[in-house]
């Protein structure tokens, strides 16, 4: 699937469409990178940018399944219902509030970009993002995750292995070993 097409008079300029699977919020400095890696673009390019979002219940249950105590504590999370969907109301505020944040640092460098959280599995929320906005290259932004990475098991290395576009892999900005 190609990017979207816009019409400008006789001609047909072609949208180049790029995912970023974002770990935190694009810094600024992270945000002028992304930018300057498609700066020579021929194509308008569009950012849509994706943020995972936790979700409180599911953790919270998987933590107790992996401490074996599900049995004990589990019956009791019937209880803690309203205090999870609280909690998981303000996840979602602050992943959209980041997401937001993101979003307008590309566009305060002259970019088209738009934004979304999702509950999914980030691979799979990655998969279906790339399919419906017809993205041609995926970019993922992380800390470090040297077990992960080593063992493959990473962002990244998961994208390559279920999608068809180039996939490149860049860590976040880090201010104080800037600074060194």
């Known amino acids: 699937m190609m990017g979207a097409y816009r019409l400008v008079g006789p001609e047909v300029l072609t949208m180049y469409d790029v995912v970023l699977l974002v770990e ?10 992304v930018v300057e890696l498609h700066q020579d673009m021929p194509e308008t390019v569009k950012y849509h940018v994706l943020v995972p979002c936790h979700n409180a219940e599911a953790g919270v249950e998987a933590s ?3 401490l074996g105590t599900a049995d004990l504590y589990g019956a009791g999370l019937a209880d803690q ?3 999870l969907a609280e ?8 992943a959209s509030d ?5 979003v307008q640092r590309l566009r305060d460098l002259g970019q088209q970009a738009e934004g979304g959280i999702s509950h999914d599995r980030p691979i799979d929320a990655l998969r279906a993002t790339v399919k ?4 041609q290259e995926v970019i993922i932004l992380t800390r470090p995750h040297i077990v992960a990475e080593f063992f493959h098991l990473d962002w990244t290395n998961s994208a390559r292995r279920h999608l068809g576009v180039p996939v490149l892999h860049l860590l976040e900005y880090d201010e104080q070993k800037a600074r060194k």
């Open 24 to 33: 935190q919020e694009l810094t600024e400095p992270d945000a002028k990178r």
């Open 64 to 66: 107790l399944s992996a």
């Open 81 to 83: 219902r309203e205090d």
């Open 132 to 135: 419906k906005v017809g993205g």
């Open 98 to 102: 980041c997401t937001g944040r993101s």
């Open 87 to 94: 909690a998981q109301k303000a996840i979602d505020s602050e």
